[in-house]
């Protein structure tokens, strides 16, 4: 982590030098360095230190791509267009025109700071899209994006509402009616000259009136849903632990042998090595840290996902399909005991078997066929 860091300030900085370096000069210099810059590195490092390069590459494909696994992941799934309108509603429109202001401006005249942003939540975006997780990274550029939509539209329609206000204000005149003769009398002449002198007319942009209305309807449509979506979130009541996990666990930690390991004893990784008293618990992933807390036994398996895959992972363990096979993996993982339940058969068997075979998935042992609709004879159902 320290060499990253080190290396994201000084890579910062050269970008920055570069920058200065093609000041002035033909603007689409700039990003062809940047892209010859990235393919000297990159051959570099393939050539010194294959295993960095490799690391990188998969590092970056795992952050922006989608693999059948992550699918198994609820935080790691893909971003769904209800999700996305669910969660963020009128502020991606709002996102979308600041976007557009940003695109507006920098045409107009050179801001790299509305640039960078601009750059920064495309990133964040299709992050997000390929991974649902870093919705709480896009909230940002959200709200910064919504912010500059919004500036914008209220710097072009602010000064028409003002024209039309004075433009109001102007036509505006006291009854005549309530003038007596000697008034009108007196204030002939006046009145003659001052016909000539009429009001001018206000010249209204209604497009820039339009935008401020519009944007203003959906800025007041987000904070309003926003706060909703918030309110119910926190008003309603906390997810818990399902009781017979719990029984279940509170039973192993009283009513197993002890690992051998001290469950609050930090260890060195690199000399660390186990009592011969120790031994697994085998369960889907999920549940490993529970089986860690509160049992305070090892898991085989853990949602760092470690101890999932390989023939002697958990998913091995659990589409395996004779008895034989299954007691190998548990020798091989010195396990004593075996959690199941009823979720493990049901809504999480397809995610075990694309675990197992991210190509043929749940296909081997399910079949899926189509059959009458509850609700009308004519359509069909999975």
């Not at 699918?71 to 557009?100: D, H, K």
């Not at 001052?194 to 009001?199: A, I, P, Q, V």
């Not at 719990?246 to 260890?267: C, H, K, Q």
């Not at 807390?293 to 998913?315: C, K, L």
């Amino acid at each position: 982590h320290v060499y990253a860091y080190v290396a994201l300030i000084a890579g910062t900085a050269f970008l920055y030098l570069l920058a200065r370096y093609l000041k002035g000069k033909e603007k689409l210099y700039y990003p062809l360095s940047l892209i010859g810059c990235g393919v000297i590195v990159s051959a570099i490092l393939f050539v010194a230190s294959p295993q960095l390069f490799n690391l990188l590459v998969n590092a970056f494909f795992a952050f922006f791509g989608q693999a059948p696994v992550t699918e198994t992941v609820q935080e790691a799934r893909g971003w769904t267009t209800a999700g996305a309108w669910s969660n963020f509603s009128y502020g991606l429109i709002l996102m979308a025109g600041g976007a557009l202001v940003i695109l507006y401006n920098a045409f107009r005249e050179d801001r790299p700071q509305e640039i960078f942003a601009l750059v920064w939540s495309v990133i964040i975006f299709y992050s997000t899209w390929q991974h649902v997780r870093y919705e709480y990274y896009l909230a940002i550029n959200i709200a910064l994006l919504s912010a500059i939509c919004v500036s914008f539209a209220i710097g072009q329609g602010s000064g028409e509402v003002a024209r039309l206000a004075r433009g109001v204000t102007s036509t505006s005149k006291p009854d005549d009616r309530e003038e007596d003769s000697d008034d009108r009398a007196s204030k002939g002449k006046k009145s003659k000259k001052s016909e000539k002198k009429k009001t001018p007319p206000v010249n209204t942009s209604y497009l820039g009136l339009a935008l401020l209305i519009v944007t203003a309807i959906l800025g007041i449509l987000f904070v309003y849903t926003s706060v909703s979506f918030s309110y119910v979130n926190a008003s309603s009541s906390a997810i818990s632990m399902n009781p017979d996990w719990r029984d279940s666990l509170e039973w192993m930690a009283n009513n197993t042998p002890e690992t051998g390991v001290d469950y609050f004893t930090i260890y060195d990784k690199s000399t660390f090595k186990y009592p011969n008293s120790s031994y697994g618990v085998m369960s889907w992933w999920d549940y490993g840290h529970m089986i860690t807390y509160i049992a305070q036994r090892i898991p085989n398996a853990n949602p760092f996902q470690a101890g999932v895959s390989g023939p002697d992972g958990s998913a091995a363990y659990f589409m395996a399909t004779n008895e034989s096979t299954a007691n190998t993996i548990l020798d091989h993982d010195s396990t004593r005991y075996v959690i199941t339940d009823a979720e493990m058969d049901t809504g999480k068997f397809w995610a075990m078997a694309t675990w197992f075979n991210t190509t043929a998935a749940a296909e081997p042992y399910e079949t899926t066929v189509l059959v009458p609709g509850q609700t009308a004879a004519s359509s069909y159902q999975s």
